[in-house]
């Protein structure tokens, strides 16, 4: 915690937690460090119902890491019933990289080579998305001029683990 001192990421969780229909407080996790609007690593919740607003900067979209809006058609008063299930229904939907629970694993770096150029479009193929997927990623999941050579063997060497994680 010492390196947020560093950085205005804490101004960024005070400015987050005076956002219209904020409910409870705004909360940052022990990595959190400087993003845009939000700290990275931040955490926070609006109700509409008090003036809450839904902010980009709140839900991951400078590198497409997979954090995604979710509308339902619920009130909060139906979500206790309805919990359980929804939960369910989440963890069935949605893909998960690393760990227990895994979707998909690399072969190995030559594979990994392939995610690094391919992007999104190498994950469809394979099966992990559909066309749809691609049209609501910033440049369809993949930079046309990306150079895999940039990316160090610390970065490669955890992102053979990782990839398809969100987050």
Same mark, same amino acid.
């Given at each position: 915690?010492?390196?947020?001192?560093?950085?205005?990421?804490?101004?960024?969780?005070?400015?987050?937690?005076?956002?219209?229909?904020?409910?409870?407080?705004?909360? +940052?996790?022990?990595?959190?460090?400087?993003?845009?609007?939000? +700290?990275?690593?931040g955490?926070?919740?609006?109700?509409?119902?008090?003036g809450?607003?839904?902010?980009?900067?709140?839900?991951g979209?400078?590198?497409?890491?997979?954090?995604?809006?979710?509308?339902?058609?619920?009130?909060?008063?139906?979500?206790?019933?309805?919990?359980?299930?929804?939960?369910?229904?989440?963890?069935?939907?949605?893909?998960?990289?690393?760990?227990?629970?895994?979707?998909?694993?690399? @072969?190995?770096?030559?594979?990994?080579?392939?995610?690094?150029?391919?992007?999104?479009?190498?994950?469809?193929?394979?099966?992990?998305?559909?066309?749809?997927?691609?049209d609501?990623?910033?440049?369809?999941? +993949?930079?046309?001029?990306?150079?895999?050579?940039?990316? @160090?063997?610390? +970065?490669?060497?955890?992102?053979?683990?990782?990839?398809?994680?969100?987050?």
């Amino acid at each position: 915690l010492p390196d947020v001192r560093a950085d205005k990421s804490l101004e960024q969780v005070v400015n987050v937690a005076s956002l219209p229909g904020i409910v409870g407080a705004s909360y +940052a996790m022990p990595d959190m460090h400087w993003g845009y609007g939000f +700290a990275i690593g931040g955490v926070a919740a609006t109700d509409v119902a008090r003036g809450g607003v839904v902010s980009p900067g709140g839900v991951g979209f400078d590198i497409s890491c997979g954090v995604r809006l979710l509308a339902a058609e619920l009130d909060r008063a139906d979500l206790p019933r309805v919990r359980d299930q929804l939960m369910d229904a989440l963890a069935e939907a949605i893909p998960r990289g690393a760990g227990r629970g895994a979707v998909w694993t690399l @072969s190995g770096r030559p594979e990994l080579e392939r995610v690094l150029l391919g992007g999104s479009r190498y994950a469809v193929e394979q099966g992990h998305g559909v066309d749809r997927d691609l049209d609501r990623c910033e440049d369809y999941g +993949a930079v046309a001029d990306a150079d895999a050579g940039q990316v @160090s063997d610390r +970065a490669r060497e955890r992102g053979l683990g990782q990839v398809g994680s969100l987050g």
